[in-house]
Each structure stands twice: as structure tokens, then as C-alpha cells.
């Protein structure tokens, strides 16, 4: 989460895994505002109370839930940490089932790991506050441009340069074989990831006329 002080006021919420690395790092390296102030980086949390009733404009990210659960799972699978690593080793498939069987005796995907932040519902974040402009991962430089256009905010170069090429490079060396993410779609992925993530399709039904799918 990161708030931008300047005039015109508005804040933008990071939501992991759907592209916006490159946004937050243009934003904390620019000047061309005044000031900002950077929460825990993916937490789903508002500004302060004082700070939104000067009524900022409120900018979200999301992505097709199918594409962003194989970026969780790269992102896991990148990991250094053996609790979050291991189960995405064991394949696609086998890291969706495991988060389902944790779902259904705890309630969250990834219960006492690092991982139960950047794979929360998208929804999660959606449903804190009635945002002005959602930027999809699949336009969003586009989108992110034209909600600065409309409200007045001096360019803000945009380098297309973010985590995924690290997450990447990681997932490569310890042995992942990289490919498109409908690749990745074998066997039950498809109906494992539609109930994982059953509120974000519900959620961002308004966003997408219809979700590209494997």
C-alpha cells in the first residue's frame, strides 16, 4: 500500500501478484510529488482515517485469477524458505491441492507461511473500500495512465521492468521450466484454482467480460 501526497491526493493498493512491482517503484523513485508513505508492502489495509476524509482518489490492481495462481506458484516456488517452497515443488497441481486440503481444515490457503499474504483473494482488497479506478494487470500501464490523466497527475514513467523477471529467474535455477501459464494447466489445476479462488471470480466479474482461461 502506498499513499501519494500530493495535490491532487490519491493512494494506490498493491495487490500481490498482479503486476504492479514496476507502479510502486516508479512511485517511491519519482519526483514528481511531494511526499509518500509506503505500508507493509502487499498487506491489505487503507490509509489512515484522516488522510481519506480529504476524499483522495483510490487506485487498485487485479489480474485474471487463472494467470495470477501461477504467479503464486512461481512466486512460491522461487521461495528460499523449505516451508514454502516444498509444496510448490511437487508440481502445480499438487501445490493447488495441498492449499485445498489446508483451506478446508483451517480456512486459508496457506496457513503459518509467508505465503498466506501474496496468495489471499484478490477480494480481499477489493472489498475495503469503493475504488475509483481498477487497473488490470493486462492493460495496466494503459489503465494506470489514464487514471492519472483524469485526474490531473504529471506523467509518471512506468519502466516495464518489475518482479517477475526475478521470480523468474529464480523459479529457472532451482529447476522450473519456464513456459506461457496456460501450460501449467494439466489435469484438476482449472477446477482447483476456480474453488480456491471462487470469490475473486465472483468479484471481478464487473472487470472482465469474461476471463481468458487454459
Given at each position: 500500500?502506498?499513499?501519494?501526497?500530493?495535490?491532487?491526493?490519491?493512494?494506490f493498493?498493491?495487490?500481490?501478484?498482479t503486476?504492479?512491482?514496476?507502479?510502486?517503484?516508479?512511485?517511491?523513485?519519482?519526483?514528481?510529488?511531494?511526499?509518500?508513505?509506503?505500508?507493509?508492502?502487499?498487506?491489505?489495509v487503507?490509509?489512515?482515517?484522516?488522510?481519506?476524509?480529504?476524499?483522495?482518489?483510490?487506485?487498485?490492481?487485479?489480474?485474471?485469477?487463472?494467470?495470477?495462481?501461477?504467479?503464486?506458484?512461481?512466486?512460491?516456488?522461487?521461495?528460499?524458505k523449505?516451508?514454502?517452497?516444498?509444496?510448490?515443488?511437487?508440481?502445480?497441481?499438487?501445490?493447488?491441492?495441498?492449499?485445498?486440503?489446508?483451506?478446508k481444515?483451517t480456512?486459508?490457503?496457506?496457513?503459518?507461511d509467508?505465503?498466506?499474504?501474496?496468495?489471499?483473494?484478490?477480494?480481499l482488497?477489493?472489498?475495503?473500500?469503493?475504488?475509483?479506478?481498477?487497473?488490470?494487470?493486462?492493460s495496466?500501464?494503459?489503465?494506470?495512465?489514464?487514471?492519472?490523466?483524469?485526474?490531473g497527475?504529471?506523467?509518471?514513467?512506468?519502466?516495464?521492468?518489475?518482479s517477475?523477471?526475478?521470480?523468474n529467474?529464480?523459479?529457472?535455477?532451482?529447476?522450473?521450466?519456464?513456459?506461457?501459464?496456460?501450460?501449467?494447466?494439466?489435469?484438476?489445476?482449472?477446477?482447483?484454482?476456480?474453488?480456491?479462488?471462487?470469490?475473486?471470480?465472483?468479484?471481478?466479474?464487473?472487470?472482465?467480460?469474461?476471463?481468458?482461461?487454459?
Amino acid at each position: 500500500m502506498l499513499v501519494c501526497l500530493s495535490k491532487p491526493e490519491w493512494f494506490f493498493a498493491e495487490v500481490p501478484k498482479t503486476g504492479t512491482t514496476a507502479i510502486c517503484d516508479a512511485l517511491r523513485y519519482s519526483d514528481k510529488y511531494e511526499s509518500a508513505y509506503c505500508w507493509t508492502k502487499h498487506w491489505p489495509v487503507l490509509p489512515p482515517d484522516s488522510f481519506l476524509r480529504r476524499k483522495p482518489k483510490a487506485l487498485i490492481s487485479v489480474r485474471n485469477p487463472y494467470s495470477r495462481a501461477v504467479s503464486c506458484w512461481m512466486w512460491c516456488f522461487a521461495s528460499h524458505k523449505p516451508e514454502t517452497s516444498t509444496p510448490a515443488r511437487l508440481g502445480f497441481e499438487s501445490w493447488l491441492a495441498v492449499a485445498k486440503e489446508n483451506l478446508k481444515q483451517t480456512g486459508f490457503i496457506w496457513p503459518m507461511d509467508i505465503a498466506v499474504t501474496v496468495c489471499q483473494p484478490q477480494n480481499l482488497w477489493l472489498s475495503l473500500y469503493p475504488w475509483d479506478f481498477v487497473l488490470k494487470q493486462e492493460s495496466l500501464y494503459a489503465d494506470f495512465r489514464s487514471a492519472l490523466d483524469s485526474f490531473g497527475f504529471p506523467e509518471l514513467p512506468v519502466k516495464r521492468v518489475n518482479s517477475a523477471a526475478s521470480v523468474n529467474k529464480k523459479a529457472k535455477e532451482a529447476g522450473l521450466t519456464l513456459k506461457h501459464w496456460k501450460e501449467h494447466y494439466t489435469g484438476d489445476c482449472k477446477k482447483l484454482v476456480e474453488e480456491l479462488w471462487q470469490e475473486d471470480f465472483e468479484a471481478l466479474k464487473p472487470y472482465y467480460p469474461e476471463f481468458e482461461t487454459p
